[in-house]
């Protein structure tokens, strides 16, 4: 079983947003998905509401992480998808201990990046591999990134922070998605935001498959995805 874990300590950073589109590319592949919506908030499950349907399914208001997962774990699933709340929190630790790997959404900001720091400590404390998503980015230009996200993506490399070479342009289609209880691919497959959201997904999914092999007997390290 797959755990990923979307954390991060800046609120609007896009955890919900894109754990609720990711998780549903992995529920269409047939694969028995479950989310655990462990914010406060509530977004996640608010999505899970207006789709009106158990695929994938989710976990709501869960007390005691770890053992959600193991759960998780016994009923079968393939993937679990942990939407974190923006706090640094025994809960945060503990989520990051059960993951195979921790996705750090972060927006090309100045205070957005600073507030990674702490998600990126935890994930190296507890060993576990982990990858920065620069979310919420301005349009390309002739396929060019904009000046603050190849700002960002330098700043980050500097620090030796494994970063997605792709990004999720900040699109009204992403919204709109999760609006009508759908994600991006269902929403309009043909569309940019379903393009970058699959680009994300195909990443990911290398990403999990070369942990599970480099470290099916330790405890792994840092994954770029």
């Known amino acids: 079983m797959n755990v990923l874990v979307f954390a991060s300590r800046k609120g609007g950073s896009g955890k919900s947003t894109l754990t609720a589109h990711l998780a549903a590319?992995?529920?269409?592949?047939?694969?028995?998905?479950?989310?655990?919506?462990?914010?406060?908030?509530?977004?996640l499950t608010l999505w899970h509401q207006i789709r009106g349907?158990?695929?994938p399914s989710i976990k709501k208001g869960v007390r005691g992480i770890a053992e959600a997962v193991k759960a998780a774990k016994r009923e079968g699933y393939e993937w679990v998808f942990i939407?974190?709340?923006?706090?640094?929190?025994?809960?945060?630790?503990e989520a990051i201990g059960s993951a195979t790997m921790v996705v750090i959404p972060s927006r090309p900001s100045v205070f957005d990046l600073a507030a990674v720091q702490d998600t990126i400590a935890i994930s190296r404390e507890q060993r576990?591999?982990?990858?920065?998503?620069?979310?919420?980015?301005?349009?390309?230009?002739?396929?060019?990134?904009?000046?603050?996200?190849?700002?960002?993506?330098g700043a980050l490399s500097q620090l030796r922070v494994p970063v997605w070479s792709g990004q999720i342009t900040n699109r009204a289609e992403?919204?709109?998605?999760?609006?009508?209880?759908?994600?991006?691919?269902?929403?309009?497959?043909?569309?940019?935001?379903?393009?970058?959201?699959?680009?994300?997904w195909k990443a990911i999914?290398?990403?999990?498959?070369?942990?599970?092999?480099?470290?099916?007997?330790?405890?792994?390290?840092?994954?770029?995805a």
């Open 25 to 43: 590319h992995a529920a269409k592949s047939n694969s028995p998905t479950l989310l655990i919506d462990a914010d406060p908030q509530g977004s």
């Open 53 to 55: 349907e158990e695929n």
């Open 83 to 93: 939407d974190t709340p923006p706090t640094k929190s025994s809960a945060i630790v």
């Open 128 to 153: 576990k591999p982990y990858a920065v998503i620069l979310n919420a980015a301005p349009a390309k230009r002739n396929d060019a990134e904009s000046a603050v996200v190849a700002d960002a993506r």
């Open 174 to 200: 992403l919204s709109l998605a999760l609006a009508y209880g759908e994600a991006s691919n269902e929403f309009d497959a043909e569309s940019a935001a379903a393009e970058e959201i699959s680009n994300l």
């Open 205 to 224: 999914e290398r990403s999990v498959k070369a942990i599970n092999g480099a470290y099916k007997n330790s405890r792994g390290g840092r994954a770029a």
